[in-house]
């Protein structure tokens, strides 16, 4: 008996509980290779036992993801999902969001290559400590040969699984003095890691990946300070994203293995400490427990259901700069390569090189599995600018002048407008991460779209009739949006609105279907009871049937989005 690929998908979820378990064994060489910030170890992503009810249905993102309509599966390319428009919407927001604050915290954005050869990751170390999760990539040499090429021109290629080498070369690519320092380089660079199978599950353990990857090349002076500025950085997205709380958690020197000198430990270690103090957040030791190129920071982070996550990390690298032969030019150069500094003049007279000190940073760590636990933290009740479905439209009819003016609601409020067309037929528009809007203009009852797009989970729901074309208005419904009576309530465009009272039954207001409210008629002096604006918050029956100018409403959306509510 043949069963379709979704049914299949079903079964297998319906199959096996929600938060599967995966305990892979990593061998110690690899869980400590170079930049393990781009990769927490497979037990840590799923470290700690639910503390909700047994009797409560856990969220799955496995699940949420194709009720939603974000992402699936094939069973061509394992372990790497494929984004649906709702999906990539998502994705994107959650990147674009960083990219806001890279000029803020000084990062500039760099693209590098997938595949490089051989010879680089044999350099990095990554050929020989990482080997078993890379790609091998076989194609024709110079010369059109694809067996028995030598180093150089025809040798193999490995796809990246992550992209401090590539960090490295950019560096390398031109002198460096020590005024240009600190630089700091991030990446969002698909990444591809070739993880045991039995491993794989849904986004939070994939082969195909990307990450909010950061590098940063700073004197050893600046360690410090770097250090502090990511935690500010963690904590700031953390906290608009609503994920919390997580500690943070110091993991020292290994007893044996490890390189560079016990004295440049001790300042790496110590830089970290007083970092994590001025904080002010709590965070535990992990003694032993560094990578073998230098001490870490790992951001833990405990979801609604009280499990916890490794995340975010921060880790010192004194090894990739020394394997790439990385320098910078700086006055009293041993005493600059220790982090001091001196008032002599005639040790400042003396120019040299210095190997810069580099920092792994991953603020989200990987995207798809920060967006797993979103996905599973807001279990379909998103926040307004994190919605991949913002907007609805709904038209009472399917009449001609009705569905022109969603349409063209549609335009307003994402922000695009029609431009006199020109020889390629152009369109200008505002803004690249627009509002997500969708019109149903089906013919159908009002009520069946409206409990359709309630059941989708739209933020905001708008209703349009005849008479709102000839206001240009729309009937708007913000209960979608979560906490809204609270947030809402000093918003200048709703204090506008006049009919911000308790509701009464539904009637019919002229030739438009919408929920009726009590209101003030100035002209007949008559009244109605109404909630004060200045209330500690609004009551949801408030929030629906508000009759909102199309501009206003694309002022407060936009303010919504703007920041991040």
């Not at 998908?9 to 064994?25: A, D, M």
């Amino acid at each position: 008996m043949m069963r379709s690929s979704r049914a299949l998908r079903l079964l297998q979820i319906r199959s096996r509980p929600s938060h599967v378990v995966y305990r892979v064994p990593r061998i110690q060489s690899i869980r400590n290779g170079y930049c393990t910030a781009c990769e927490p170890p497979a037990g840590a992503a799923e470290s700690a036992k639910s503390t909700a009810s047994p009797s409560t249905p856990l969220a799955d993102h496995r699940q949420l993801g194709i009720e939603q309509e974000l992402f699936t599966t094939s069973a061509y390319s394992p372990g790497s999902p494929l984004f649906l428009p709702n999906g990539a919407k998502l994705f994107n927001r959650l990147t674009n969001f960083l990219r806001a604050q890279y000029d803020h915290f000084g990062f500039q954005e760099v693209i590098t290559p997938t595949i490089y050869k051989k010879s680089l990751w044999e350099k990095s170390g990554h050929w020989e400590n990482y080997a078993n999760d890379m790609y091998s990539v076989v194609g024709r040499g110079a010369k059109g040969e694809k067996e028995g090429r030598q180093v150089g021109e025809d040798e193999e290629y490995g796809l990246k699984p992550m992209n401090c080498p590539g960090h490295c070369l950019i560096f390398a690519s031109k002198k460096r003095s020590y005024k240009e320092l600190p630089i700091r380089y991030a990446d969002f660079s698909p990444l591809h890691r070739n993880e045991v199978h039995g491993a794989l599950s849904g986004l939070t353990r994939v082969r195909r990946f990307h990450q909010d990857d950061g590098h940063i090349f700073c004197r050893p002076s600046q360690i410090r300070q770097e250090i502090t500025s990511t935690l500010d950085f963690i904590k700031m997205t953390y906290n608009v994203f609503g994920l919390g709380p997580y500690r943070l958690a110091l993991s020292t020197r290994p007893a044996d293995h490890f390189i560079g000198t016990v004295e440049e430990w001790e300042n790496a270690e110590a830089a970290l400490k007083e970092s994590l103090d001025a904080s002010g957040q709590a965070w535990t030791i992990n003694e032993g427990d560094g990578a073998f190129y230098g001490p870490k920071i790992d951001v833990i982070l405990k979801d609604s259901d009280g499990k916890e996550h490794q995340t975010a990390t921060i880790q010192l690298d004194f090894q990739l700069p020394k394997r790439f032969e990385l320098e910078y030019q700086a006055p009293a150069p041993e005493l600059e390569q220790k982090g001091e500094s001196t008032t002599d003049l005639a040790l400042l007279k003396v120019q040299g090189p210095v190997t810069p000190v580099l920092i792994h940073r991953a603020v989200l760590g990987s995207v798809e599995r920060i967006m797993a636990l979103l996905i599973e933290h807001h279990n379909g009740h998103w926040p307004f600018w994190l919605n991949p479905r913002q907007v609805m439209i709904i038209t009472v009819n399917d009449s001609e002048p009705v569905v022109e003016f969603a349409q063209k609601c549609k335009r307003v409020l994402q922000g695009t407008q029609r431009a006199k067309l020109g020889k390629a037929g152009s369109r200008t528009q505002k803004s690249q991460d627009r509002i997500s809007v969708d019109i149903d203009d089906s013919a159908r009852s009002l009520q069946k779209k409206i409990r359709e797009a309630k059941s989708k989970r739209y933020s905001v729901i708008a209703v349009v009739g005849p008479q709102d074309v000839e206001k240009g208005r729309l009937v708007v419904d913000f209960t979608g949006i979560p906490k809204a009576e609270e947030t809402m309530i000093h918003d200048p465009a709703l204090k506008r609105v006049e009919q911000l009272h308790d509701a009464v039954p539904e009637r019919h207001l002229g030739t438009s279907l919408v929920r009726g409210v009590a209101s003030v008629d100035h002209n007949n002096k008559t009244s109605s009871v109404k909630r004060p604006l200045g209330s500690p918050s609004l009551t949801p029956e408030q929030l629906k049937g508000l009759r909102v100018p199309i501009e206003d409403l694309q002022k407060l959306l936009f303010k919504m989005k703007a920041e991040y509510r």
